[in-house]
């Protein structure tokens, strides 16, 4: 995968789970960064549960749930 799709689907990862945690986008540069990690978490999520991706809609599926596990996870660190 290109680096140019990678930051696309970052992007879009991470704007969608920034609607879904707190109904609203980090900027591009921080959709980006959010997507980016997400689809790691996303990605080690789906290993332990023996799924993998093979397309694009597969990869923002997988970094959007990423994203949103990272972003559950920092609210309940800053609660704390």
């Known amino acids: 995968m290109s680096i140019i799709l990678w930051l696309i689907i970052g ?3 991470g704007w969608i ?3 879904i945690m707190r109904g609203g986008g980090f900027g591009v540069l921080g959709n980006i960064g959010v997507g980016i990690v997400g689809a790691v978490i996303g ?3 789906f290993s ?3 799924l993998s991706h093979t397309n ?3 990869s923002l ?3 959007v ?3 949103v596990v990272l972003l ?3 609210a309940k660190v800053r609660k704390s």
């Open 56 to 58: 694009v809609i597969g």
């Open 43 to 45: 990605g080690f999520l």
């Open 72 to 74: 559950w996870v920092v």
């Open 61 to 63: 599926i997988m970094a």
């Open 17 to 19: 789970a920034g609607k």
């Open 48 to 50: 332990l549960l023996g």
């Open 11 to 13: 992007g879009l990862a």
């Open 65 to 67: 749930i990423g994203a």
